[in-house]
């Protein structure tokens, strides 16, 4: 997790499992579709979270790389249903 009060793209450069890589450009630029995406603050404070889960028809669904893909996601769910999801939710057709 990083901490940051940058307000444009951040870029990583590290070390991962089976050697180096750069995050560098890998933004999605297609609305990830959220049930609810939350709101950002406007005077600088944290604003609201939302649910994080994915909606019927997100572009992020099967959109992951399950390369280091965990075997649950954040509620406990099974991860590899298919390709991994993009996030911190697998989709499980709610």
Known sequence: MCTSKHWGPL???GVFPSGTGNLAGTSF???PEFV???SPSTNG??????DLH???GSPVINAGSD??????????AERLVGTVDMGAYEY???
């Open 45 to 50: 404070g944290l604003g609201t979270v939302g």
């Open 67 to 76: 390369t280091y893909a965990g075997a649950i996601d954040r509620d406990g």
């Open 54 to 56: 994915l909606s019927v």
């Open 36 to 38: 609810d995406a939350g």
């Open 11 to 13: 870029h990583f450069q």
């Open 92 to 94: 499980a057709g709610q």
């Open 29 to 31: 630029g297609n609305n």
